[in-house]
């Protein structure tokens, strides 16, 4: 890959950075929200809800969009939406409306999140996508991770606004390296054809010092006239059916699972019989395994099937859940079994990123990537839910990771009946620049 290939995958790192930052940020903050505003728990959770509601609406309703204007445009509009959603909550007057802004902020990181993901795919080559996509990955948890930090800095010193003024601030920030690191995609260029398509397609191949092309090859004959509504009819439609409708099951059982662990594992702990304190660190121990997680995805797709990795990556996501209560014998064990689960369904999550694109052609991708995201997030909001609910009923906490280990074994079979990834997924496919930039 070309250095310029390396450096659009680079911003893609750095805008789920902020992603991670930026979506986390009410989690860092809601104890000093909450007694501002003198919430309730109820209403915190409704807080901390809202930019989840977001995400899943901007990926679905503006994803689509990059297929027909272009996923840089769609990215400077939505880090634009975000930063002012950020800006304006740091002076937010009351819980309603910090709850809106919250929802506005997710709206853009959505937007932001589909595309980074299409980006960091359409611009790696084909041995190395599922590393450049798993580190688009990991870019989230390390965005959450120094953003705990940095928001215990500012919240001690200057209080919760600050936290919500800088993640604006950065978000802004990010805006001119954008545009100077990422260009167009050239799948995009390809198969949407906008005006001086060949302009743009040859100034993108002298970049990434690629022979320009005398003409545009021959397009198919369907992917300029694409707009919004039949990018999704043809997700449903009979060539894509299958893979999408195992996509968006994979997606909503995988991100099912991984907010359960999230969201629950260091309370589980304590009920289990641990102090706050370890249960606390068990929930640290997830967040840092996962940083490794989806960098290890990422050099085994390298070279295996990034399928097959990540069928072997939820299968051992189940066994690690089944017996993960059983190691609370040994803190120690306890504490090194939090951090493989952490690293295996982190690179769950990773995974499915990275494969998504790969069922998809250019003209939609971003459609395609956005509404799996979407279909996630539904199940990352219900999930939690229905954990607190069973346990309230009276499930126990090994139940509970049985259950939810289960899940992953289903997702691991359905990915079975997805069709191996085609060779003509990939840039590669669609004219000789692009073909020399797939091939690195």
Not at 85 to 114: K, N, W
Not at 169 to 176: E, G, R
Not at 285 to 294: E, P, S
Request: charged residues 10%.
């Amino acid at each position: 890959m070309h250095r310029s290939q390396w450096l659009a995958v680079a911003v893609c790192v750095l805008l789920n950075m902020l992603d991670g930052f930026d979506v986390l940020v009410m989690a860092f903050t809601g104890e000093s929200v909450a007694a501002e505003f003198g919430l309730t728990g109820a209403q915190l959770g409704l807080l901390l809800s809202a930019g989840l509601v977001g995400m899943a609406a901007g990926s679905l309703l503006l994803a689509p969009f990059a297929d027909r204007f272009g996923r840089r445009p769609l990215i400077l509009g939505c880090l634009g939406l975000a930063s002012l959603g950020m800006l304006l909550a740091s002076a937010s007057g009351s819980a309603v409306e910090l709850g809106l802004l919250r929802v506005v902020t997710g709206i853009g990181i959505g937007g932001i999140l589909a595309c980074s993901n299409t980006v960091a795919a359409e611009y790696a080559s084909r041995r190395w996508r599922g590393l450049a996509v798993s580190l688009n990955s990991t870019g989230y948890a390390v965005g959450a991770t120094l953003g705990g930090v940095i928001a215990v800095v500012l919240i001690g010193a200057f209080g919760w606004r600050s936290v919500f003024l800088f993640g604006g601030a950065a978000t802004l920030f990010a805006i001119p390296l954008v545009l100077v690191g990422m260009p167009e995609s050239l799948d995009f260029l390809l198969s949407r054809r906008p005006n001086r398509a060949l302009e743009k397609v040859n100034r993108v191949a002298r970049r990434f010092g690629r022979p320009p092309l005398e003409e545009l090859p021959a397009a198919e004959s369907t992917s300029g006239r694409r707009g919004v509504v039949a990018g999704f009819r043809t997700l449903l439609g009979p060539r894509l059916r299958r893979g999408t409708l195992i996509l968006w099951a994979a997606f909503f059982l995988v991100m099912a699972g991984f907010y359960f662990v999230t969201s629950w594992t260091p309370t589980l702990l304590v009920e289990a019989g641990m102090s706050a304190t370890q249960g606390l660190t068990g929930g640290t121990l997830l967040n840092l395994g996962g940083i490794f997680g989806a960098t290890v995805l990422g050099a085994l797709a390298a070279r295996w099937s990034l399928r097959n990795v990540l069928i072997v990556y939820l299968t051992a996501t189940a066994a690690m859940l089944a017996l993960f209560l059983l190691a609370l014998g040994s803190l120690a064990a306890a504490f090194a079994a939090g951090a493989l689960i952490g690293l295996f369904v982190n690179g769950c999550v990773a995974g499915l990123y990275a494969l998504t694109p790969n069922v998809y052609d250019g003209a939609v991708r971003a459609t395609g990537v956005g509404t799996a995201i979407s279909i996630g997030r539904i199940g990352a909001i219900l999930s939690p839910t229905i954990a607190g609910a069973l346990l309230d009923s009276g499930w126990s906490p090994q139940h509970l990771y049985l259950a939810f280990g289960t899940v992953f074994i289903l997702t691991a079979l359905a990915l079975c009946l997805l069709r191996s990834e085609k060779e003509a997924d990939t840039p590669a496919a669609a004219s000789p620049v692009a073909a020399s930039t797939a091939a690195g």
